[in-house]
């Protein structure tokens, strides 16, 4: 039980240790590289996770080895779909950073999103009317701007006990206050549509042999959590957008008004729009074209009304009207849109002198769509013998692109 009459005291302590570890955190490893990972398929699941700790990936120097990369390869090997994974996490992110770091991620884009925070706000012995507010605010916020679609999943703080550096005490008071705090996480979530709480899984540390133990923390350790947070998961993508018909509200939240006017929003922060061309963009337009020997590859960006193409190989328009854009339909995918013929598909509508086409949604590096990666040609073409992936991994690189 806790002593309330000595939490005022106690609480002003821990602040101040609690900002000692945090001076510390630049002596540990984590990684540098770009806060994304993927597993490459035709179609993917999206996931951006969220916070401190475990989402930092302590310990290793690559965001392959930690969390992000052993929880995108157990979503893949489950599923059968590929996996990309956003990572938005700071060192001491509190829940009401959380709220923050959302600005600028078009989250209607996610099919999951995962929030590991309040480890620090525990440790600080937060007090639990202000968790309270904090997570209503957090679930609140994160239900108006993702999609109906996406599903939400707070996980439960973890012993401070379990971390090494704090040096707490086992199930002393941190522990304690930790566990009610996530009492009161659970209580908030329970029943509520597209949210979800997940405790956290046990300390990890019997699975760690005599080396591990020495690191601060390890791809084993990481590998338990993602096996963990992928066991949850699975079952929840199963009504994630990809399943959608196009007359869902899922849907429409990602293709309609809002959608539009994140698309536009993106594009006008990039300022890339009528620019001029540029060698980064050329060269992977070339390779894609190269690639499936097609006759012309265009890397578009649509707007409200017209498809402009920032880099294009072949004998392709520098822009033409929405209504008879490809890519203006390749957007509204989360994977692939490929026409065999398009003199024979129903889909197209309009008249075109192309046959074949196959095009990847590129996505701004908040994640909203933008336009596309498509390659083309004046003959039909038989979509079995389509290896997509490579597109995909092509139109990635354009995101990283536009990241610079």
Not at 81 to 87: E, H, M, P
Not at 179 to 197: K, Y
Not at 265 to 273: F, H, K, Q, R, S
Request: aromatic share 6%; net charge neutral; hydrophobic share 45%.
């Amino acid at each position: 039980m806790i002593r309330t009459s000595l939490i005022p005291a106690a609480r002003s302590v821990m602040r101040q240790r609690y900002r000692f570890l945090s001076s510390r955190a630049g002596l540990v490893a984590r990684p540098d590289d770009s806060p994304a990972v993927s597993v490459p398929a035709p179609v993917s699941h999206r996931i951006l996770v969220v916070g401190n700790d475990y989402a930092i990936s302590w310990g290793v120097r690559l965001h392959a080895l930690a969390l992000p990369g052993q929880l995108a390869r157990e979503l893949a090997l489950r599923t059968g779909f590929g996996a990309d994974l956003d990572v938005v996490a700071t060192p001491g992110m509190s829940i009401a950073d959380a709220l923050v770091s959302f600005e600028g991620h078009d989250l209607g884009v996610y099919d999951a999103v995962v929030v590991l925070t309040g480890v620090g706000d525990a440790f600080q012995l937060m007090p639990l009317r202000v968790w309270r507010q904090r997570v209503d605010q957090l679930t609140s916020a994160l239900l108006e701007t993702s999609s109906p679609t996406t599903t939400i999943t707070l996980v439960g703080i973890q012993p401070a006990s379990s971390i090494n550096i704090t040096r707490t005490k086992e199930n002393g008071l941190v522990d304690r206050w930790a566990e009610s705090l996530n009492e009161i996480t659970r209580a908030t979530l329970t029943g509520q549509d597209r949210l979800h709480f997940l405790p956290a899984p046990a300390a990890p540390e019997s699975v760690l042999d005599d080396v591990d133990r020495l690191r601060f923390k390890s791809p084993v350790v990481y590998k338990a959590w993602a096996v963990n947070l992928a066991r949850h998961l699975v079952p929840l993508l199963g009504t994630a957008h990809d399943a959608l018909t196009p007359d869902d509200p899922g849907r429409m939240q990602m293709t309609g008004p809002l959608a539009l006017r994140r698309r536009l929003a993106a594009l006008e922060g990039l300022a890339i729009v009528d620019s001029s061309p540029e060698v980064g963009y050329t060269s992977i337009v070339r390779r894609a074209r190269d690639l499936f020997g097609t006759e012309g590859a265009v890397f578009s960006l649509i707007t409200d009304t017209r498809q402009w193409n920032k880099a294009k190989i072949g004998s392709a328009s520098t822009e033409v009207p929405i209504e008879e854009s490809f890519c203006a339909t390749t957007i509204k995918s989360n994977g692939a849109f490929v026409v065999e013929d398009a003199w024979k598909d129903s889909r197209i509508r309009f008249d075109t002198e192309i046959r074949f086409y196959a095009g990847y949604p590129v996505s701004a590096p908040d994640g909203t769509p933008i336009g596309a990666l498509c390659v083309f040609d004046g003959k039909p073409r038989d979509a079995s013998t389509l290896e997509t992936t490579y597109l995909r991994e092509l139109a990635l690189m354009i995101t990283d692109q536009l990241a610079r």
